[in-house]
């Protein structure tokens, strides 16, 4: 069960700065600054080795006392499911607090999440690609055990496209000079 996890962080909480991992240069780099006069709520990231509805990494916030950084891997227990819609589609976002930080031990669902935290992360994603001209619908707030279902699915979507890239690489990648597999393509 993965109620415990690690976040890969991209974006630390107050940043205007949207950071992305870029699996081709398998570091995070500089997407844009956002448009909008907001700052991210929480640190921002995703859970390594899934794959999203969306066909990216699967989101995760961290609810931090004080921001992290770019690149900083943080061990994380899952609290809850925060559920958005954009142009992409479905965009599942798991809340999870730092598995070592007592400011945050006695959060263990998303009823222990303060009332402002959970409008202010609501009220964020529903607005911050607003000057992009993308539309945004939050479909709200999912429990615990709704989240940990939406990890496995993105686990196993992670662990199903890699046996079908090393599936290709015996075949017909192998046999090309500069053929890569379907992931990389994508990247």
Not at 45 to 58: K, N, Q, R, V
Not at 62 to 74: A, K, N, W
Not at 86 to 96: A, I, L, N, R, Y
Not at 125 to 148: L, N
Request: proline share 7%.
């Amino acid at each position: 069960m993965a109620e415990n996890v690690h976040c890969l962080i991209e974006i630390p909480k107050g940043s205007r700065n949207k950071y992305e991992w870029d699996e081709e240069l398998q570091a995070i780099k500089l997407d844009r600054f956002l448009f909008a006069s907001v700052v991210y709520p929480t640190d921002y990231g995703f859970i390594p080795e899934t794959i999203g509805e969306d066909g990216d990494p699967l989101d995760a916030m961290v609810c931090v006392t004080e921001p992290t950084f770019p690149g900083c891997v943080i061990p994380v227990k899952v609290i809850a499911l925060f559920r958005m819609r954009d142009d992409k589609g479905v965009d599942d976002k798991v809340v999870c607090i730092p598995q070592h930080d007592p400011n945050w031990g006695h959060v263990d669902k998303l009823e222990d999440l303060g009332e402002p935290l959970r409008d202010e992360i609501s009220h964020f994603f529903s607005i911050y690609k607003q000057p992009e001209g993308i539309a945004v619908k939050v479909d709200g707030w999912f429990p615990r055990e709704q989240a940990i279902e939406i990890i496995e699915e993105a686990k196993a979507r992670y662990r199903d496209g890699r046996q079908s890239a090393n599936e290709e690489g015996e075949g017909s990648a192998a046999e090309e000079p500069g053929a890569t597999s379907a992931r990389e393509d994508e990247a």
